[in-house]
């Protein structure tokens, strides 16, 4: 069964910085695009940053110069450094997996990320 397991969130003060982690199935994580996304309350789901199974970067406008997505192809593990917390990257965190040619799309259980201010 494919799964995607997060860990990291947590509570931290502004300025402050958490990492968090994605472990996947070695069969969709070496193909497949992998991203976080989050979700404020009251909010739709937003993208934060996506990697290319080449390493391939993208990030929301929001994040850049203070988020870093990264993967480890030995671990199976995408992570997310965030730096310079804002109150407003407060939110639940997924990752996802997106298969290059759309044959599948899956989410982790989300992870709890608050800034206090």
């Known amino acids: 069964q494919v799964q995607l397991v997060e860990s990291g969130g947590g509570l931290v003060q502004t300025g402050g910085s958490l990492r968090l982690s994605c472990a996947a199935s070695i069969r969709i994580f070496r193909i497949n695009v992998m991203g976080w996304y989050r979700q404020a309350p009251g909010k739709e789901r937003e993208l934060v940053a996506t990697i290319t199974s080449a390493g391939s970067t993208n990030y929301a406008d929001s994040v850049k110069g203070r988020f870093t997505i990264s993967r480890d192809n030995a671990k199976n593990t995408v992570y997310l450094q965030m730096n310079s917390l804002k109150p407003e990257d407060t939110g639940v965190y997924y990752c996802?997996?997106?298969?290059?040619?759309?044959?599948?799309?899956?989410w982790g259980q989300g992870t709890q990320v608050t800034v206090s201010s």
């Open positions: 996802n997996s997106k298969h290059p040619a759309g044959l599948s799309d899956i």
